[in-house]
């Protein structure tokens, strides 16, 4: 059996280190100081991925209870906003707009209120005669998947609702991005 090389030991018994020394280019020859970097510079990309993920999370959840607020205020609207003397007096059923449009509002603003949101916007509108109507330009501005602004009609008494609401960023609030608010569009009618 052939002994292998082993290094000078000092009188203490301890064997020396090797000596960090630097290589042509500037760099450590030791290993250990890259891999903390790559390992930090990775845990970077996995926050920010992860933050992303959250964002488009508040992004559809916020979107999906919009429209459920919007539904609500529609159906609240169309079913407290019902003019019953206009059933005695034709046989038929409208809307009361006043009474409908501010049963609308109201949900809305105590769900607001639940979730101290501020700074939303809604454009409730009513179409109140018992063969409905047409709002022209209504909703203001393209839900979903609509390429322009169209005109709201219904063949029955209906209510509108138009909502919008700013959703708070955890990523891209700290990169500058201009504030992301949601748009929904929801309407109830009552049929004859």
Do not use: C, H
Request: net charge negative; aromatic share 6%; proline share 6%.
């Amino acid at each position: 059996m052939i002994p292998l090389p082993l290094k000078k030991i000092d009188g203490n018994g301890v064997i020396p280190l090797p000596i960090n020394e630097l290589n042509g280019n500037g760099m450590i020859s030791e290993r250990k100081a890259q891999s903390a970097v790559i390992g930090l510079l990775f845990i970077l990309v996995l926050i920010t991925i992860a933050s992303g993920l959250v964002d488009i999370y508040r992004l559809y959840a916020a979107r999906n209870w919009a429209y459920q607020v919007a539904q609500e205020a529609a159906l609240a609207g169309v079913s407290r906003g019902r003019d019953w003397n206009s059933i005695s007096a034709a046989g038929e059923i409208s809307l009361d707009a006043d009474t409908a449009i501010a049963e609308a509002k109201n949900i809305v603003q105590a769900e607001m209120n639940s979730r101290q949101i501020v700074g939303y916007s809604v454009d409730i509108r009513a179409l109140p005669e018992p063969d409905g109507g047409t709002t022209p330009d209504y909703p203001p501005q393209p839900v979903r998947l609509g390429i322009s602004r169209g005109d709201w009609s219904s063949d029955e008494p209906a209510v509108g609702v138009y909502l919008t609401l700013p959703v708070n960023w955890l990523l891209l609030d700290r990169l500058g991005v201009v504030g992301k608010s949601v748009t929904v569009f929801a309407a109830a009618g009552v049929a004859q």
